[in-house]
């Protein structure tokens, strides 16, 4: 998963190489190169794109078994809208609280591992993969032990009380930010990690030399180098977020419900595609937004 | 040994270069190019960075196709022959040594790629040679930068190439290893024999180790010679700037009198003797070099036949083996003279009032652009550009 | 006081202590649990301690079959996506063509688009071909969200390697074919293994994708998603922790033969001066 790293990050390429001799076989040859892959990917990515957001304009009173008609039903998408909103707004807001979460974990284990960790570095990298080495259900499973109702962590925080007696976290939206968290922990680590270890430590000495106290040699040097990390890391975090309902559904009740619950039911359960497909579509074009806006506020459109 | 046309056994020949050019979209990085290079020489391309030297390189090396032109070696055109067809190696600015495999296979490479068994023998010889007998079976990431150099050079030579291309070889280098390498390379190719194009922006290098070196600027060859003769009489103002540092004055040529060139400049006449003036009328460089350029503090103690301008001092550098003065001109010009530390005769105070005297026969008249001013070299101890 | 000052210090790296634990705890509790005799079939708590999981790993024979399923998907997938990344690699490193930023884009886009979006979308292209859905519509959707992961990992060590290696394999005699044989491949290779290795485990975990596309076919992750509603055998935690440690075991190994590597090398790599100025 480390490959996730280098995606947005532009990296700085070395000098171009020299231009090749030109010839009729060379000049084809790139094609011929790229061809199977791309054709792969228009045929299995591109494609079912436009057949979904086909989908999502089929006539709504149509079913698998009598065929849908494209009838262009635009309505489709403020009738899904209004029908689930609920969970539509619950999966930014606990992919929202979960980053916010995250960010406040990951930048200082990102920072310990790259400026702090000496000859331990790799070591403590290999830890914030390991999760990843092992099925991401049976770890999402692995947490309904742990925050059990008979389990040592309820019971501890009611000991102390910051449970009530009765107070439970599993099936608590508690639970699943928490799920969402740390599923996606590493997506945002591993970026920061990379930016963060390029950061040359005699920058912040030379900070320090230069009348800035540590709170201010962070804000004013490490945090505005470490952005396309952090930027690459939160985007890698929110969009798998935002789309995962599979936390929701085994750590939350259907209180806790997301939008990815929903498709899943539309699609798999109900069979209603138009309303599935629109319920995606959304989905997609909210994340695109919610990203875009990001990126601009951030300042740096080139990581996409 | 293979049917291939490579080998001691085989017949070299001069290297030639006829009309070769080479364009990448509208820049033109070699135009022209023209060059005879003996079969035995040392020859060196110096040149800044971007002034087509590499490129020249690499249409030899077969690396780079010509946009036209031809590269023949004695009578044959290698031109269109692919890298692997050419009895031509080269030694890779950096190296380019592989790193997954041992000093060993890197020498034997070229020799198992044609069809050679039994490359022991001559891989030991190779490393002999390079003076790494001991590290055969070491990667070349334990080596340091000069014992990678020296495998580059085992693995290229191994191979009895016709010509050897060295592309800036000693580049990575720190300044000691490097004059050590300078005179190691030097040896080598005085024990090998082959051929060498080095292609360099080290001026000093390149006099160091070339019989004959060829300046280059912008895809072209300002000159070229032996490095002596490039030196005491450049033929332009860039190679009298690139090789070594030069005063140029501005200065207006009338034609030759007799065995001797006289020109005006700034209102003072002065002459050059006719076999060092490349033109002799019109707009003309009246220069002369730094140490040849000498200070006394009046008129009357100019030795006779000298010719002089007179000024002030207004700068005075300390360098050990010598001393580097500027010296303003009633003009404004800034003339630059290098006194040897020899002890004879002291130090020049700076704001003295000096007279600069040179023998007429050091000097030499360039061609100029007109309009052009004054072209002195400050105290710049490296020419403009020589850094890369 | 030197008790503020050491917390000054050290806070940091207690805070990443803290997170390293969150994000390894739950290993611990599928390795735990991998030898736990539950008490029901739907219970998750740790009841006695037993080997049977793990001499007995099939007992329940869906799980393995499901096991073995996605094995074999996932090798498939692997095959075909490193096979077609590494020629997209190869091109885009290599060749200068038009077109470039479009096939970046085409790239680029699977890795930020969500699952389920690619999930449902191929879902609806399948359903309107008509085409049944199984264990070959799963292959196809693993090779397509792999193949992006497998160029953006090949280019990377592609783009790392010195293009003047190829050439110097050329001045040296090798033809176009032994120099790609003798030097530019084993040089890439670490780099292809590490995509297919990358593509494997995402094959083998996906879920959200697969669900989608899998028709009847159960992989493990589709096995472990059903089993939830009706009770998690343990035997689940046993193929969770042996994948840990296979995953591990590779790590280490890696690692061991890199020290090696670094072993033979020159006596002390010098210290870089950003370490050795660090302040204790």
């Known amino acids: 998963m480390t490959a996730l790293a280098h995606v947005p990050t532009p990296t700085g390429q070395p000098a171009a190489p020299p231009p090749l001799p030109r010839g009729g076989r060379r000049r084809l040859l790139p094609y011929l190169l790229l061809l199977p892959g791309a054709a792969w990917l228009l045929l299995f990515f591109a494609v079912p794109l436009f057949q979904l957001a086909a989908a999502s304009l089929y006539d709504p009173s149509g079913s698998l078994s009598t065929g849908y008609a494209l009838t262009w039903a635009f309505g489709n998408y403020p009738d899904a809208l209004q029908a689930y909103w609920p969970q539509f707004g619950r999966s930014f807001l606990y992919a929202g609280i979960a980053l916010v979460l995250a960010v406040l974990m990951g930048y200082p284990l990102a920072y310990a591992i790259a400026q702090k960790a000496g000859r331990w570095k790799s070591l403590l990298l290999v830890c914030v993969v390991a999760p990843m080495f092992t099925s991401f259900l049976v770890r999402t499973l692995a947490w309904k032990t742990i925050l059990s109702d008979n389990g040592w962590l309820v019971g501890l925080l009611r000991d102390v009380h910051l449970l009530g007696p009765d107070g439970r976290l599993l099936a608590t939206p508690v639970a699943v930010v928490l799920g969402l968290t740390y599923n996606f922990l590493p997506f945002l680590v591993l970026p920061l990690y990379a930016s963060l270890e390029r950061l040359d430590y005699r920058l912040l000495e030379a900070a320090g030399d230069l009348y800035a106290s540590p709170v201010q040699t962070f804000r004013r040097v490490t945090l505005p180098l470490s952005m396309p990390g952090l930027i690459a890391g939160t985007l890698l975090f929110f969009i798998p977020a935002t789309g995962d309902y599979i936390n929701a559904e085994l750590l939350g009740t259907p209180n806790e419900y997301m939008v990815g619950n929903v498709i899943d039911s539309a699609f798999l359960v109900r069979l209603d595609y138009p309303q599935g497909a629109a319920l995606s579509f959304l989905l997609m074009a909210a994340i695109l937004a919610v990203v875009f806006v990001y990126l601009r506020r951030a300042g740096t459109e080139e990581v996409l | 040994m293979s049917a291939k046309t490579t080998g001691h056994d085989t017949p070299a020949g001069d290297l030639r270069l006829v009309n070769l050019t080479k364009r990448f979209g509208i820049f033109t990085a070699v135009d022209d190019l023209g060059l005879t290079i003996p079969q035995g020489s040392f020859f060196a391309l110096l040149g800044a960075s971007g002034c087509g030297k590499t490129t020249t390189l690499r249409m030899i090396a077969g690396l780079e196709q010509p946009t036209s032109g031809q590269v023949l070696l004695g009578d044959r055109d290698i031109a269109r022959l692919r890298p692997y067809k050419r009895p031509v190696n080269t030694v890779f600015q950096s190296y380019a040594l592989f790193p997954h495999l041992n000093i060993f296979d890197n020498v034997a490479f070229g020799l198992r790629r044609r069809g050679i068994r039994s490359v022991d023998d001559e891989v030991m010889r190779m490393l002999a040679l390079v003076q790494l007998d001991d590290f055969g079976h070491r990667r070349p990431a334990q080596l340091s930068g000069g014992q990678q150099q020296r495998v580059a050079l085992a693995r290229a030579l191994i191979n009895r190439p016709q010509v050897l291309l060295l592309d800036e070889p000693l580049g990575a280098l720190d300044l000691k290893l490097r004059r050590q390498m300078q005179i190691e390379l030097k040896r080598i190719q005085t024990e090998v024999g082959i051929t060498f194009v080095h292609v360099t922006h080290d001026q000093e290098e390149a006099m160091t180790m070339a019989d004959t070196v060829a300046v280059m600027n912008a895809g072209k060859i300002e000159q070229l010679g032996a490095p002596a003769d490039i030196y005491e009489y450049p033929a332009t103002a860039f190679v009298a700037n690139f090789l070594g540092q030069s005063n140029l004055l501005a200065a207006e040529a009338a034609g030759p009198a007799g065995s001797d060139v006289p020109v005006t400049a700034h209102g003072a006449r002065y002459s050059v003797p006719a076999v060092r003036a490349r033109v002799a009328t019109g707009p003309v460089y009246l220069g002369v070099r730094p140490e040849k350029l000498h200070l006394v503090d009046a008129a009357d103690r100019v030795p006779a036949g000298h010719q002089y301008v007179t000024g002030a001092v207004t700068d005075a550098s300390y360098v050990g083996v010598s001393t580097q003065y500027l010296v303003r001109t009633e003009w404004g010009s800034e003339l630059s003279a290098f006194a040897a530390n020899s002890g004879l005769g002291g130090r020049v105070p700076v704001g003295a009032s000096v007279v600069a005297h040179w023998d007429p026969r050091h000097a030499f008249l360039l061609p100029r652009q007109p309009g052009a001013d004054d072209s002195t070299a400050g105290l710049l101890d490296e020419p403009v550009g020589a850094s890369s | ?280």
């Open chain 3, 1 to 280: 006081m030197r008790l503020t000052r050491w917390l000054a210090d050290h806070w940091v790296m207690g805070v990443a202590l803290l997170v390293l634990g969150y994000l390894t705890l739950p290993i611990a509790v599928v390795a735990a649990l991998s030898f736990n005799r539950p008490s029901s079939r739907l219970s998750y708590d740790f009841n006695e301690f037993t080997l049977d999981n793990w001499q007995r790993p099939c007992a329940t024979s869906d799980m393995c079959d499901a096991v073995v399923r996605s094995v074999q998907i996932g090798f498939i997938a692997t095959v075909v996506a490193t096979v077609l990344g590494t020629l997209m690699a190869f091109a885009l490193v290599r060749h200068r063509f038009t077109g470039r930023s479009g096939i970046n884009l085409l790239i680029f886009l699977p890795m930020a688009t969500p699952e389920l979006v690619m999930g449902t979308s191929l879902l609806a292209l399948f359903v309107s071909a008509g085409v049944p859905q199984g264990f070959w519509t799963v292959v196809i959707a693993h090779v397509m969200f792999c193949v992006s992961f497998v160029v953006v990992t090949v280019k990377a060590r592609l783009a790392g390697m010195d293009r003047r290696l190829e050439e110097a394999a050329a001045d040296l005699y090798a033809s176009p074919w032994q120099a790609f044989r003798l030097v530019t491949l084993p040089l890439v290779l670490p780099g292809i293994v590490a995509a297919a290795l990358l593509a494997f485990s995402l094959s083998f975990d996906d879920f959200i994708i697969t669900n989608f596309n899998a028709g009847t076919t159960i992989t493990f992750p589709m096995y472990v998603w059903g089993a939830a509603q009706r009770g998690i055998p343990p035997q689940v935690n046993v193929i969770g922790t042996a994948m840990f440690a296979i995953a591990l075991l590779l790590v280490g190994l890696s690692s061991l033969r890199g020290r090696r590597t670094r072993r033979v090398g020159l006596p002390a790599a010098p210290a870089t001066g950003r370490r050795a100025k660090s302040p204790s």
